[in-house]
């Protein structure tokens, strides 16, 4: 992978003014760090998997310390997608919390995905549903929502096995999440 030949592309279409900002989606740190060390305008958000079942502490923390902004793709587990599914909209912990508030469970994920500091991308075709994302920020998840979400068991729901190959840049999934799995 070229990421400088890539990243200096994207660098002078932004200098062009063919665009606003520029940044990356699924970097991890050690990739992030790549970039880094040579980018003159650094990547202003990185889009990547995230929601209460994939929390991404660790690159989050990385992200705030550089000034990246974190995108949520699949805030809700992706649901209807070919690699989605329905685990963060079934869970026992964030029914509970969802019921406590009065809210759906995917406003508890959304509010979530929201006090951690991270944009995110919603995708929903229903009015209704449209508007209940949108509810949201009338209320705040307590301590207490935020020990119990810090509980739930860590899993990537979207690995990208197709980006493994015995003759491309990624061998292993471990070389292609720099072991952030």
């Not at 606003?20 to 060390?37: A, D, Y």
């Not at 923390?61 to 070919?82: D, H, M, Q, R």
Request: aromatic share 12%.
């Amino acid at each position: 992978m070229d990421y400088k030949s890539v990243w200096g592309a994207m660098e002078e279409c932004q200098r062009l003014g063919l665009t606003k900002s520029i940044g990356v989606s699924n970097f991890s740190c050690k990739k992030l760090e790549n970039i880094f060390s040579f980018a003159t305008i650094p990547p202003s958000v990185n889009q990547v998997e995230m929601n209460p079942l994939w929390q991404q502490k660790k690159l989050r923390e990385f992200c705030k310390a550089t000034n990246v902004i974190v995108t949520a793709y699949s805030p809700l587990g992706a649901i209807g997608t070919w690699w989605g599914s329905n685990h963060v909209l079934d869970n026992e912990t964030l029914k509970e919390i969802a019921k406590a508030h009065g809210k759906t469970v995917a406003q508890v994920s959304l509010r979530w995905s929201y006090e951690q500091g991270a944009t995110f991308v919603v995708k929903s075709f229903n009015k209704e549903r449209m508007k209940q994302n949108l509810q949201i920020f009338d209320w705040e998840l307590t301590k207490e929502d935020h020990k119990k979400i810090n509980q739930i068991p860590q899993r990537r729901f979207w690995l990208n096995e197709g980006f493994i190959s015995p003759n491309g840049p990624f061998k292993t999934l471990d070389e292609l999440w720099d072991g952030e799995l």
